[in-house]
């Protein structure tokens, strides 16, 4: 058996060196790197493709699903837009050395506090690997630098990709090791590297849910995640009822399988027999199936009974539970009891009802008259997003280039002693 | 046995539920009731210190050394000191609430981002019982429950004082469990609570290092904290020789048993022969023991050696090791190698040098021409302190009301569908 734990430390100190020196990296240097990244993938599409080619060639012995293997596949059309998204992340400010307070003290000193890179990011991702690139660029360009660990689906892909990184960052005068990829695809190495606190600054897992629990569990560092996207839109009684039923509609059906989905309805009682039957007939010719609460049921009477599981299961597909509450509070119970603090939406025109959902929800975020599916990097002007986390500690909800930054504080003084 | 696991989780869930009050709670209540607790410290002060005479009695016992014992001891003038910070909190501005950032994206949607309270604190400190009241205050008026864990040695004392502020709690409407006392002095009960990640949000541990490294080893929660503190002054060879000293004298000796006092001196080889010889005397005139590298015995040439383990070494008295180094490169990469990622001063007139040692130091704080003795939240303009982290993720530095908050995404909308 390979010694993991050895491998680990090491690649994790090259990645510590590499970091000490990205973080007096310019901006002009890390964005030549994108910009000759995004030509190297426009270039050298045939090794791309060839590399990839391996890969979907070896994707059944791995149990891939035709939608499997269509999502790992890459294609001219697909490189461009890896090359396109390396460039957007070019364009984006950068986030290291940016001074965003500062207070001068009695005494003269001058206490600033400075944006600074997190340090070194272990990445985890499962099979598509534009991820490669794209988790690459947010993280250098925020100063950091980052192990990346792929699906073994994809490895072939991520190799070539990653080759291509590298003679990037070479020839842009950046450490090499700012970008590594594990080349084992054991699973006992993911373990070893989560042992490495004090080399590795934060983990951030993307992909399935036992994947992130069993980083969560196993990591000795702190760790970006969600699990799940257990979203609900609650229609207060003051609510605009055809606004409710576009924003049910768009949050249910516009991409059931993402974690932004909506999976619960909540509905006024005041309001549910006027609301539900349109609002059903609505989901329905959408291709819905409800699972309604007794009283929903009372209303919507060929809807199928939701049980207490309906309403802490992450669908990620064209079911929703439905359930009538009595009050904002009562939706706001059901939300933090049942919901996995990750996005809410409140439709309502009673700007009492909305802040009090507002503050109460214990939610990375909430929409107030708007869909659920805008809890996204981009849609909230972040530019880029490595992930999205439901944890209220460091970052919260979607996570762009400041989200890997920490900071440290700079004293400016001319002699000050105490 | 007691199963402390159960008790624990209950302790945890009242502070969960106390937790989703205070979010709604005004800044005039959390100021109310600091002001109301400040007095009852004030009018109650019989009740209290016959408290503290049970833990001076029993103190002995303990091992509790004549110095520990005075630590432990309440008197008229330190109730008024602790009256006197709870007030002092109640003046600082309220973090809740605050809408630090927004955007308004091209569909219409204003994306903020408010400011909101972690939600359970578990806070784990040592003897002096004026940490209790300043722990809860802090908490608290950051929108937090706490659940305090003092030591067994003051046992009495804090919670005489928890019962007055639980009585301004309830006084002022606001939920009685925010400020819970762990009424058990069982070492296992603090395993059950490190445990109850899902309802506690964060632990802060404020003692010796054996008890943050046990804390930081089983909590399944984030941390605050820092293990030690071997700061660094480095005296450039572009230093102001005389301010150089001062500051030197003054990170060393004014208070040398805390984290942020200097622990090891770092001189550049082209001023060394100048600067040491002055510099020794003053250190020893103020009873400093040094320990020097090779060099350093050459030029003060009765001083002892230092090892390796002095480098690495927090004296917290008066003991100073000595290196001279060729460049500001070899000072960081000493720094970096050898310090705790708390506190470094750099001593230099020249500001290639200055910026390069602030920028690579990877330290919560460097101080550019001042004594290492002002890394403190009061110092920094932060009001209050409840800990100082030397950890990237989520705070670092002095953490002070805001350092306790998270964030959450509200977006308001007007029907906006994806």
């Known amino acids: 058996m390979t010694d993991f734990n050895q491998y680990a430390s090491e690649w994790a100190d090259r990645a ?5 020196e990205l973080v007096l990296a310019s901006g002009n240097q890390k964005n030549a790197w994108l910009r000759r990244s995004a030509q190297l993938v426009r270039t050298r599409t045939a090794e791309l493709i060839a590399a990839n080619a391996k890969d979907i060639e ?9 939608a499997m293997v269509d999502r790992l596949r890459l294609t001219d059309e697909r490189l461009e837009g890896i090359a396109t998204a390396l460039e957007a992340i070019a364009l984006l400010p950068d986030p290291i050395g940016e001074i965003f307070e500062s207070n001068v003290r009695p005494n003269g000193l001058l206490v600033t506090r400075v944006r600074v890179p997190l340090g070194v990011v272990f990445f985890i991702f499962e099979s598509r690997p534009n991820v490669t690139a794209d988790a690459a660029a947010i993280c250098v360009k925020s100063g950091n630098a980052v192990i990346l660990r792929g699906g073994k689906e994809a490895l072939h892909s991520n190799l070539a990709l990653h080759r291509l990184l590298v003679e990037a960052l070479k020839e ?59 979203c609900h839109v609650y229609v207060d009684k003051a609510a605009d009822l055809a606004m409710a039923r576009s924003i049910i509609v768009n949050s249910k059906c516009q991409r059931p399988g993402v974690c932004n989905a909506a999976e619960t309805l909540l509905v006024h009682s005041a309001i549910a027999a006027e609301f539900l039957p349109g609002a059903a007939t609505a989901l329905r010719d959408a291709g819905v199936e409800l699972r309604g609460c007794p009283r929903t049921q009372e209303i919507v009477t060929d809807c199928a009974a939701a049980t207490e599981e309906d309403f802490r299961t992450e669908y990620l597909e064209l079911i929703l539970s439905v359930k009538i509450v009595d009050s904002v509070e009562e939706a706001i119970a059901h939300v933090n009891e049942y919901g996995s603090h990750h996005t809410e939406s409140i439709v309502s025109q009673d700007i009492s009802a909305t802040t009090r959902f507002a503050a109460s929800c214990d939610s990375a975020a909430v929409h107030i008259n708007a ?48």
């Open 16 to 20: 510590r060196h590499a970091s000490r």
């Open 58 to 66: 070896a994707a059944p012995g791995f149990g891939l699903t035709s």
């Open 172 to 230: 842009n005068g950046l450490p090499e090791h700012a970008v590594q990829l594990v080349d084992t695809t054991d699973r006992d190495a993911v373990g070893a590297f989560l042992k490495q606190s004090g080399k590795i600054d934060v983990t951030i897992p993307r992909g399935g849910k036992s994947l992130i629990e069993r980083v969560a569990a196993e990591a000795s560092m702190p760790v970006i995640k969600h699990f799940d996207g257990i």
């Open 371 to 418: 869909s659920t599916r805008f809890n996204d990097g981009g849609e909230y002007g972040l530019g880029a997003e490595i992930g999205i986390s439901t944890d209220k500690f460091h970052a919260r909800g979607p996570c762009g280039l400041r989200e890997l930054t920490s900071y440290k504080y700079v004293v400016h003084g001319s002699g000050q002693i105490k």
